[in-house]
């Protein structure tokens, strides 16, 4: 049962929740139901056989062997007895339908079917690696990295010979860069004309490409591989389509990852390459609540965007809660994100589409050091940080806190950002 407040659909707190999906997402929003005094049933279920798990140290610790099964977990095993969540791990969601109170959720686990009933649904669902449709990509060689098994084979097979990664983008250059550091012969192809087109600036992805070469990786750009080239049933090139071959043992896919939206799809609510909800995380039935990777945010104006990172499942989890516990919605921050690749630290705040003009700071004392600005109508909505983690902190608590500095008052590079915007937080 719904009512309205102010504008904004007021739900009945729920006997019990059920979340499909068990990553950042779906962790954080158990987490925050019980912090808040929900006392109700609580059921996470995961198609991975694994206890939920942090995701970012797969491209770089675990390929190191830094990390274990056990250093990864989002919380310890103990934690979801202590908290009486009921998690359900290898387990398959086949189908849910709506009843008079709530949800019908089907899945299999051990080749076993079950049927249960709640009366809140959340989605976390995630997404999947893309896959590419060419020759030779069916070669068990030809991997992605999106879970833990991903990143159990990716490790097994670096030491094995070259390694060419197809995409630009954050993940397949943190495994560039990871695998460099263990002595890999490493390609990176990308069909544009510059890395990471979508996500940063030009003068960043400029300055990550000069970083990569001078790790020694091979770096193709405006290169598209037609096909993966296979002798005595091993990889042994990938073929651009310019005729060259780039020999390889091992290709990484990096080309991004598609919302999974199925299971939003059986219930009809509306999708856009994921399932489209508000500020509160509220699907288009304003019932069902949706976060993490799975979902695509309408704004108020109506923009569509999506936001793939730890930051995001968190915010979207605490929104989603407040829901369930009715709560008011807690303004959100600024979203922030972060990229490891070898000795480049690349922390992003803001969101860089729409600006109308930019900003590079550089010290000539500290050349690995740059900050690119971003500005709409001379206000700042966004910052890109590479070695310069003092900065990021500064811009992203100028941009959280709703200040919004022009390029003017940014420009003075002989000033340390911090001290500039500190009469911006008096």
Same mark, same amino acid.
């Given at each position: ?130 896959? =590419? ?74 300055? =990550? ?33 310019d005729g060259r071959e780039i020999p390889a043992a091992t290709v990484l896919v990096g080309i991004g990852a598609e919302a999974r939206t199925e299971l939003a799809e059986q219930l009809g609510l ?5 399932? =489209? ?11 069902t609540l949706a976060i993490g990777d799975c979902t695509t945010h309408v704004s108020e104006s109506g923009a569509r965007y999506r ?72 206000? =700042? ?46």
């Amino acid at each position: 049962m719904t009512e309205s407040q102010n504008g904004t659909d007021v739900q009945a707190p729920p006997h019990g929740v059920v979340v499909v999906g068990a990553a950042h997402a779906g962790v954080q929003l158990a987490d925050r139901l019980r912090a808040g005094g929900f006392t109700g049933e609580l059921t996470l279920i995961s198609d991975e056989p694994h206890l939920p798990y942090q995701r970012p140290p797969l491209s770089k610790a675990w390929l190191k062997g830094e990390a274990t099964g056990d250093s990864v977990l989002l919380r310890e095993p103990d934690y979801y007895r202590d908290q009486k969540i009921e998690l359900i791990v290898g387990a398959r969601v086949t189908h849910l339908s709506r009843t008079p109170v709530g949800v019908e959720v089907r899945f299999i686990r051990d080749g076993e079917n079950s049927i249960r009933e709640f009366d809140r649904l959340v989605l976390a669902t995630g997404a999947r690696p893309r896959r =590419l449709p060419l020759p030779g990509a069916d070669h068990p060689d030809v991997l992605v990295l999106r879970d833990l098994d991903d990143a159990r084979s990716l490790a097994a097979r670096v030491p094995a010979g070259p390694v060419v990664v197809v995409g630009g983008g954050f993940v397949g250059l943190e495994v560039a860069a990871t695998a460099r550091a263990l002595g890999a012969e490493v390609t990176v192809i990308e069909a544009g004309e510059r890395l990471l087109a979508r996500a940063v600036g030009a003068d960043t992805a400029a300055a =990550l490409l000069a970083a990569h070469r001078t790790m020694a990786t091979d770096v193709v750009l405006g290169a598209l591989p037609v096909s993966i080239e296979h002798r005595d049933n091993r990889i042994h090139a990938v073929r651009l389509d310019d005729g060259r071959e780039i020999p390889a043992a091992t290709v990484l896919v990096g080309i991004g990852a598609e919302a999974r939206t199925e299971l939003a799809e059986q219930l009809g609510l509306d999708c856009d390459g994921g399932i =489209l909800v508000d500020r509160h995380c509220l699907a288009s039935d304003r019932w069902t609540l949706a976060i993490g990777d799975c979902t695509t945010h309408v704004s108020e104006s109506g923009a569509r965007y999506r936001l793939e990172s730890v930051d995001n499942a968190v915010e979207q989890a605490n929104a989603a809660a407040a829901v369930l516990l009715g709560e008011p919605c807690p303004q959100r921050p600024a979203p922030w994100f972060w990229s490891d690749q070898g000795d480049q630290k690349l922390q992003i705040a803001g969101l860089i589409g729409g600006h109308t003009s930019m900003l590079v700071r550089t010290d000539p004392q500290r050349p690995h050091r740059r900050v690119a600005l971003y500005f709409t109508d001379d206000a =700042l909505v966004a910052a890109e940080c590479l070695n310069s983690p003092a900065d990021f902190v500064a811009l992203r608590s100028a941009l959280s806190r709703g200040h919004r500095p022009g390029p003017k008052d940014l420009a003075d590079t002989a000033v340390p950002l911090k001290k500039l915007l500190a009469p911006m937080r008096s």
